[in-house]
């Protein structure tokens, strides 16, 4: 029986492992300094509570372990509720966010280099991580 809960219980911190594997900076600010700091991308992944696509690309694309291995090496990623404050509403604005989920990709100093629309499954979505990085090498 202990054998049995111990394995239960390791396989409840690998899935919360796997899960929280992706490192999200608190704020855009933050993202940015860190960014800057690591020399890597920004993805900012602008949600809101009440959207469907946003909870599937959470669900989904973002605890997949390849999309994860991906946004560790190259991106800081970062959340932002486009409703919780004044702030993040203006940030949406500033990215034309017209529909979500909107995932904006910007370089370390800040500048836009490509974003997405809509939900993207993992595959996909890695591979859309690949163009973007790919993008901002030649720049």
């Known amino acids: 029986m202990k054998r049995f809960a111990l394995v239960g219980f390791i396989g409840l911190v690998l899935a919360v492992g796997v899960y929280a594997a992706v490192d999200w900076a ?4 933050s993202a940015l300094a860190r960014a800057a700091k690591e020399k890597k991308m920004v993805m ?15 669900k989904t694309t973002f605890s997949n372990a390849d999309v994860q291995a ?37 370089d370390s100093d800040g500048k836009k280099v490509a974003d997405l629309l809509g939900y993207y499954p993992p595959d996909e979505f890695r591979d859309e991580l ?8 030649k720049k």
Request: charged share 30%; hydrophobic share 45%; glycine share 4%.
């Open 70 to 106: 991906a946004l560790a090496k190259d991106f800081v990623p970062v959340k932002i509720n486009i409703e919780a404050n004044a702030e993040n509403r203006d940030l949406a604005a500033r990215f034309d966010t017209g529909a979500i989920p909107h995932i904006v990709f910007l």
């Open 26 to 29: 608190q704020d855009y600010k």
């Open 44 to 58: 900012v992944d602008l949600y809101a509570d009440w959207c469907g696509p946003c909870r599937l690309l959470d």
């Open 130 to 137: 690949r163009k973007v990085i790919e993008k901002a090498a």
